[in-house]
């Protein structure tokens, strides 16, 4: 058979794949990138992931916004046109569409092939019958919702990330399953955009991966937009199209309205179809055994994205492909690292995190301070109205010196938050100390020089009176 041969094959064209697929043809390589069909390229990001849940949310967010100017006197009547906010995340989608697409990526110098990649052999996939070879391949799949079965699923409509944008009406009892970032967001704008919702978790807490204080203090601000929590339950039963049962870890069965459910409920990764056992490539569980440098036990086929099984973020796929493009370029290799990794939850206020988490400081047996506050001693928080926004940061302990103490990780809980600790996260990843951050003048009034005050706060905590009453004295004399 006819083999074409390429310096690099990519199975997959989402977040994990693109950006690896375009950083060697930047470099000239001839590429191969492989998706299913013309609609799947751009993978869950540009199709049912950030792109359009961000859009959705933004104009949720809107919506509102809209309400809280009945404060100074705005009348607002009626409903929102929810078609109109649904045609609102197409058009978003057709933005980033335009350069995503695979004519484009042709165009480009990508070679594009739609079509199902199996691997028939260590350096050589098969797609619809033909076969390609490389000298890497990469493999970019990603994941898909988790579903679970549900006695009397058939009597009401039933959504995850992948049909929810395509839905045609807005339902009034939503049920969310899964308290994590997928449901959390999508639950919130559901609930400003006018349906009647309550979020489902067999955990103890929303938003697990968060610091407790801060998942807590979420849960109360969606409490108080009238989004109802069931923790520490699961679905037992759809009884019609209008009841659900859901049961508690205690036993207790609560009866709730219901027109449509939602499944967030985590990842499953893409190997089905594969063939990955042709290639020599060992699994570990459900995940790919990988190295540290997204190597799989075939030494030329690489993951990266979802599928690699780490962080499931569109900028954890960046940070794989920077690792790979470094890797196959240079001789100096690089291992995975998410000691500085980051990301935010798009609610709002929204939760921005970064670093070390107190289990991981525990873990490590570094010793730590917690510095936690809300946003009152800023004054634009004041002046925009949030000054109950939270900030949790960890910092090194120091015996005698705390100016000289790094940032370790921490969480932001504030609109906006995801703009405003991108500071930290600098300063977290550069060993930036707060003494260095405290010598920065932050343009008066901006909320991200909250840490300093925080910071400030705590130094001040060092000064002893004989220190102040030495200071005293040095300036009378
Ligand atoms: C609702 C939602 C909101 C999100 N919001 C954010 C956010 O705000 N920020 C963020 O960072 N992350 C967010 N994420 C996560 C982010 O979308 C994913 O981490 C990211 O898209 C994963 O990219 P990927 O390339 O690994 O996988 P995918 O984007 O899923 O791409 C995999 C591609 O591989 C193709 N494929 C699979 N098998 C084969 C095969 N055998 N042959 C050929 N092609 C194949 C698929 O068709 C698909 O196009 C969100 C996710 C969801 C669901
Ligand atoms: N803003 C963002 O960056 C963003 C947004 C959305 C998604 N994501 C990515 O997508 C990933 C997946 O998100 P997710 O929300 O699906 O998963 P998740 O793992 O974050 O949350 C799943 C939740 O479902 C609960 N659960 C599981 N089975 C259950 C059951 N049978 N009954 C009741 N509860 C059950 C779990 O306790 C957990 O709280 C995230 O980890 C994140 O990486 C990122």
């Known amino acids: 058979m006819n083999r074409k041969q390429f310096d690099l094959i990519v199975i997959g064209s989402g977040s994990g794949g693109l950006g690896i697929a375009l950083g060697m043809l930047e470099f000239g390589f001839k590429v191969l990138l492989v998706d299913k069909s013309a609609e799947k390229i751009g993978g869950e990001c540009l199709n049912t992931g950030c792109i359009p849940s961000k859009s959705f949310l933004h104009a949720a967010k809107i919506v509102q916004e809209a309400r809280k100017a009945r404060e100074f006197g705005l009348e607002i009547n009626g409903k929102t046109d929810f078609l109109k906010i649904l045609e609102y995340v197409k058009q978003k989608q057709e933005v980033i569409r335009e350069h995503e697409n695979a004519g484009y990526l042709r165009k480009q110098g990508l070679h594009v092939i739609l079509g199902t990649a199996k691997f028939i052999s260590e350096k050589t996939v098969e797609v619809n019958g033909k076969e390609y070879s490389a000298k890497n391949i990469v493999v970019a799949t990603g994941s ?9 699923l058939e009597f009401t409509d039933c959504y995850t990330n992948e049909n ?15 308290a994590g970032s997928i449901s959390i967001e999508l639950a919130q704008a559901f609930s400003r955009l006018g349906s009647k919702v309550i979020i489902v978790d067999r955990g103890e807490r929303i938003l697990k991966k968060e610091d407790p204080f801060i998942s807590n203090v979420l849960q109360q601000k969606l409490e108080a937009e009238d989004i109802r ?5 699961e ?6 199209s209008s009841v ?21 409920l985590g990842r499953e990764l893409n190997f089905d179809n594969l063939n990955l056992k042709a290639a020599g490539i060992e699994m570990d569980g459900n995940r790919i055994k990988l190295n540290e440098k997204l190597q799989t036990t ?5 993951v990266s994205g979802d599928a690699a099984g780490n962080m499931k973020f569109s900028h954890a796929a960046e940070m794989n492909n920077m690792l790979l493009l470094n890797n196959f370029l240079s001789p100096l290799k690089k291992k995975l690292d998410f000691s500085h990794f980051s ?11 970064f670093g070390w988490n107190k289990e991981q400081l525990k873990e490590k047996g570094i010793s730590y301070e917690r510095l936690e506050s809300d946003f009152s001693e800023s004054d634009r928080a004041v002046t925009a109205g949030f000054e109950d926004a939270k900030i949790l940061l960890f910092i090194e302990k120091k015996k005698y010196n705390s100016g000289a103490a790094k940032i370790l990780g921490g969480s932001i809980l504030a609109p906006g938050a995801g703009e405003i600790f991108q500071e930290l996260v600098l300063a977290n990843s550069a060993g930036i100390s707060i003494k260095q951050l405290m010598d920065k003048i932050y343009p008066y009034p901006t909320a991200a020089n909250m840490h300093k005050i925080l910071f400030r706060n705590r130094i001040l905590k060092d000064l002893k009176q004989w220190m102040k009453k030495f200071v005293r004295e040095f300036y009378k004399f």
């Open 144 to 152: 898909s919702p988790r579903k679970i079965n549900i006695k009397g």
């Open 164 to 178: 929810i944008f395509e839905i045609s009406s807005q339902p009034e009892n939503f049920i969310f399953i899964g």
């Open 229 to 233: 929590f069931i923790l520490n339950a």
């Open 235 to 240: 679905i037992e039963e759809i009884l019609s």
């Open 244 to 264: 659900a049962v859901i049961k508690t870890a205690e036993g207790e069965k609560i009866e709730i309205p219901i027109d449509a459910i939602f499944m967030g």
């Open 298 to 302: 075939n030494k030329n086929v690489f």
């Open 343 to 353: 990301w935010v939850t798009f609610t709002d206020p929204e939760v921005a995190t």
